[in-house]
């Protein structure tokens, strides 16, 4: 797991992992590379995961936009 950004108003850092073999990118249809989640501090360690993946961070944001 790697932290991508950190919201600091919101308190959340931005996460992501290895998406499994075989995913496509939600957004634009090309091999997924990545799960991204959302780390909230008020959760302590716990990591809210997409339930959708991506192959890069700008097809989440464009996809969540």
Same mark, same amino acid.
């Given at each position: 797991?790697?932290?991508?950004?950190?919201?600091?108003?919101?308190? $959340?850092?931005? $996460?992501?992992?290895?998406?499994?073999?075989g995913s496509?990118?939600?957004?634009?249809?090309?091999?997924?590379?990545?799960?991204?989640?959302?780390?909230?501090?008020?959760?302590?360690g716990r $990591?809210?995961?997409?339930?959708?993946?991506?192959?890069?961070?700008?097809?989440?944001?464009?996809?969540?936009?």
């Amino acid at each position: 797991m790697k932290t991508i950004s950190r919201d600091s108003f919101a308190r $959340v850092d931005t $996460v992501r992992r290895s998406a499994p073999n075989g995913s496509t990118c939600q957004f634009c249809g090309s091999p997924a590379r990545y799960q991204y989640g959302e780390q909230p501090d008020s959760l302590s360690g716990r $990591v809210i995961w997409d339930a959708h993946r991506f192959c890069s961070i700008s097809c989440r944001r464009a996809y969540h936009s």
